[in-house]
């Protein structure tokens, strides 16, 4: 089970960030990743982590969005900087007993339907 928090409107140039609690499921080592639903269009990757720390992103995020995982916590996170008002969206946590996203691993090469474990999303809003 996964249960995100942390949205909220915020202001561009703003900040956010979201977490993802993992309750009764095998999170060690399993690839963990952030969708976003923006209104009206379909679901896209946003950012990938591996249980060894490998980290991937969209290019439209890179380098203003941080994933990272607190293992002892079985906690997932989002750090969203200098957000924009195309960020704005659903945001939701993902992962799957049988995926794994380690060294090696490029963004893209998992896709939305390989993700069986879904949270419930949580609205990012950024007004320009």
């Known amino acids: 089970q996964l249960m995100e928090s942390g949205g909220g409107s915020v202001q561009a140039g703003g900040s956010l960030r979201l977490s993802c609690a993992v309750y009764r499921y095998p999170y060690r080592g399993r690839c963990m990743a952030w969708f976003r639903q923006p209104p009206g269009k379909e679901r896209e990757m946003v950012a990938t982590?591996?249980?060894?720390?490998?980290?991937t992103y969209a290019d439209s995020v890179r380098g203003r969005f941080t994933i990272s995982r607190d293992n002892s916590k079985n906690n997932l996170y989002l750090q969203m900087n200098n957000l924009q008002a195309e960020d704005t969206a659903m945001y939701y946590c993902?992962?799957?007993?049988?995926?794994?996203?380690?060294?090696?691993?490029?963004?893209?090469?998992?896709?939305?339907?390989?993700?069986?474990?879904w949270g419930q999303g949580t609205q990012v809003t950024v007004s320009s």
């Open positions: 993902a992962t799957d007993p049988g995926l794994f996203c380690d060294e090696g691993y490029r963004f893209g090469d998992a896709i939305e339907g390989d993700f069986g474990y």
């Open positions: 982590i591996g249980g060894d720390g490998t980290t």
